[in-house]
Each structure stands twice: as C-alpha cells, then as structure tokens.
C-alpha cells in the first residue's frame, strides 16, 4: 500500500499543472513545425528530411536492441551530419530565415476589403494577360501574400492604386518606360512597377526560359508570392508558387489557379494547403491541348 502511495506521490509530483506558458510553448513549437514542414514540402529537401528520419530510426532500435557497433557508428553519423547539413543547406536555412522575418504578421488575417480587392485584381489580372498572351508582350506580376517584398519594391517605381485591365497592358506595353521588370501587388492593389527580383538558383530549370521566368522562380523561391508570366517570346501564360513553375496555362486556368492561391478558403470542403496542391494537379489535367511542366 505505502509503495502505491509512493508512486502516486512521485506520479503527482511529475505532473505539473498546464499553465498559459505551456500552452504559448506547444503553440510556439506547432508552428515552427508546421512551417518545417511546409519550407520542406515547397523546396526539393523532402528526401533529405526522409533520410534523416530513417537514421534517427536506425539509432533509437540498434540503441534499443544493443546492437552497439551498429550505434556507435550511427552515433557519429548523426553527430557530424548535423554539421554537415547545416554547411550543404546553408542556402535553404538562409532562406527559410528570411521568409520568417518578412513574415508580415498584420497579414495573417486578411479582411473583407482586402479580400474584395484581390478579387477585382484577379479579374483584371486574367482579363489583361489573355490580351498580352495573344499579343506576345512580355509581363511579370509578383502578388505578394505573408511574406513583405520591400526590396524588390526599392528597386523599381512605387506606386498605390487599383489593378486595372488596361493599366497592366499599358505598363507592359513595350515601349512604355515601366515595362522592363515586375509588377508588385499587395493586397489587391500595385504598389510597385518596373521592379527587379531575384533570379532562380535552379541549374536545372529548362534553357527555353528566359530571363523573365528566371526572375519569376526565383522571386517564387525566396518567398510565398505567386508570380504570373507572360512569355514575350510564345506569348505563353506560366505561374511560378514555391520554385515550382505551371507552364501553358489558359486564362480560365489562370484564374483558377490565382484565387486557390490568393483566396484559398473560398473553396468549401478542403483544407487550404491540400486546396492549393490539389489546384496545381488539376491546373495542369483540366486543361486540353495545354500541357503541364514542373521545374
Ligand atoms: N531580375 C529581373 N527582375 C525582373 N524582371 C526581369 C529580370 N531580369 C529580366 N527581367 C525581365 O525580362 C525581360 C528580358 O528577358 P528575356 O530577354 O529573357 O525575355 P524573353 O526572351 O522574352 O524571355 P521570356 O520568354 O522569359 O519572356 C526584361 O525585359 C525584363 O523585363
């Protein structure tokens, strides 16, 4: 009986009441993990991530099973592979950094007008590229969501007002001084033309794209905008999310894609993140006689 009692004490002492710092705790923890793991959805080290996953396996059962050559060795591995993956994913860690500190945190609510706004924007978006794609003019609009794109801003013309069909067709009009560059549009409305990002690091992107789609993967690649192409050489309409390229999209496609990206909770029955795959898979199977390319 007094051994029961022991251990019920010791049981008690454990337990520590869930205060409201342990709550922050988990809270904090969940959302570094859930943005681990988005970070590892949306760049190409998903089979690193599994490879870790099975060595960290391996050293928990040779730990169990005592198996200790085979332990000591994974041991090592795991040590000095920590050391290792921070000097081979420097790139991927620098840039999973910046995305949280642009992180806007105001944005993670977006309200009614800011809502209302983007869809006006999409509208006029699909209405002004269908006319550039058809007449081959060359376009780039980078539509900024969490993550602040200030410095691709600061290098370009800054600007405040509505997206409008044939605004858009004016500034991308070849001759017109603000064509040269990207268009920024946060919250529905073009806060920036003639602006500059950055190229794509991705060796393997395919020799047929230009600078301008570079340019657009690679804005895609640093942050969580959604940029929209028009190809200047086949007038060829293209979508870049998270490094990955949607290529030959019709307008209708585009406009689809545009508002599961930018107004995700408008669909019913879906959660947003598996809304927003699922849109690129279909993007690409709805469409007759536009195929689908990845990068
Ligand atoms: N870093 C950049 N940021 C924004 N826009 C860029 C950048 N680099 C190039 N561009 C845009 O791309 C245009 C030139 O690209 P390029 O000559 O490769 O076009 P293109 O042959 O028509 O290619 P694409 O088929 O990709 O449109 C420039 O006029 C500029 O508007």
Redesign the pocket.
């Given at each position: 009986m007094e051994g029961i009692l022991y251990l019920l004490q010791q049981l008690k002492a454990m337990v520590t009441p869930f205060g409201i710092s342990d709550l922050i705790d988990i809270l904090i923890m969940a959302f570094i993990i859930y943005k681990v793991i988005m970070f590892i959805r949306r760049t190409s080290s998903g089979a690193v991530a599994k490879g870790i996953l099975l060595l960290l396996v391996a050293l928990l059962v040779s730990g169990v099973l005592q198996l200790n050559t085979v332990n000591f060795l994974m041991g090592k591995i795991v040590e000095y592979g920590a050391l290792a993956l921070v000097v081979l994913f420097q790139p991927e860690i620098r840039r999973f950094l910046e995305q949280m500190g642009r992180t806007n945190l105001g944005k993670v609510f977006s309200n009614a007008e800011e809502r209302n706004e983007l869809d006006g924007a999409i509208t006029q978006t699909v209405e002004a590229y269908a006319s550039l794609s058809k007449s081959k003019t060359?376009a780039?609009m980078v539509f900024e969501r969490k993550n602040m794109l200030e410095d691709a801003i600061k290098t370009g013309t800054a600007l405040d007002c509505t997206v409008n069909a044939e605004l858009l067709k004016n500034i991308f009009w070849n001759k017109a001084p603000l064509?040269?560059?990207?268009v920024i549009v946060r919250a529905g409305r073009i806060v920036g033309a003639g602006?500059?990002?950055?190229?794509s690091g991705n060796v393997n992107l395919s020799r047929?794209?230009?600078?301008?789609?570079?340019?657009g993967i690679?804005a895609s690649e640093h942050t969580d905008a959604v940029v929209a192409?028009?190809?200047?050489?086949?007038g060829s309409i293209s979508v870049a999310v998270g490094g990955m390229l949607k290529r030959h999209l019709a307008p209708e496609t585009l406009e689809r894609l545009l508002r599961n990206e930018l107004l995700p909770e408008q669909e019913e029955n879906e959660s947003p993140a598996k809304f927003r795959l699922m849109s690129l898979f279909r993007a690409g199977k709805g469409e007759k006689g536009h195929g689908e390319e990845n990068h």
């Amino acid at each position: 009986m007094e051994g029961i009692l022991y251990l019920l004490q010791q049981l008690k002492a454990m337990v520590t009441p869930f205060g409201i710092s342990d709550l922050i705790d988990i809270l904090i923890m969940a959302f570094i993990i859930y943005k681990v793991i988005m970070f590892i959805r949306r760049t190409s080290s998903g089979a690193v991530a599994k490879g870790i996953l099975l060595l960290l396996v391996a050293l928990l059962v040779s730990g169990v099973l005592q198996l200790n050559t085979v332990n000591f060795l994974m041991g090592k591995i795991v040590e000095y592979g920590a050391l290792a993956l921070v000097v081979l994913f420097q790139p991927e860690i620098r840039r999973f950094l910046e995305q949280m500190g642009r992180t806007n945190l105001g944005k993670v609510f977006s309200n009614a007008e800011e809502r209302n706004e983007l869809d006006g924007a999409i509208t006029q978006t699909v209405e002004a590229y269908a006319s550039l794609s058809k007449s081959k003019t060359g376009a780039l609009m980078v539509f900024e969501r969490k993550n602040m794109l200030e410095d691709a801003i600061k290098t370009g013309t800054a600007l405040d007002c509505t997206v409008n069909a044939e605004l858009l067709k004016n500034i991308f009009w070849n001759k017109a001084p603000l064509h040269d560059g990207a268009v920024i549009v946060r919250a529905g409305r073009i806060v920036g033309a003639g602006c500059m990002l950055p190229m794509s690091g991705n060796v393997n992107l395919s020799r047929e794209l230009g600078m301008r789609h570079r340019a657009g993967i690679g804005a895609s690649e640093h942050t969580d905008a959604v940029v929209a192409i028009v190809s200047e050489e086949t007038g060829s309409i293209s979508v870049a999310v998270g490094g990955m390229l949607k290529r030959h999209l019709a307008p209708e496609t585009l406009e689809r894609l545009l508002r599961n990206e930018l107004l995700p909770e408008q669909e019913e029955n879906e959660s947003p993140a598996k809304f927003r795959l699922m849109s690129l898979f279909r993007a690409g199977k709805g469409e007759k006689g536009h195929g689908e390319e990845n990068h």
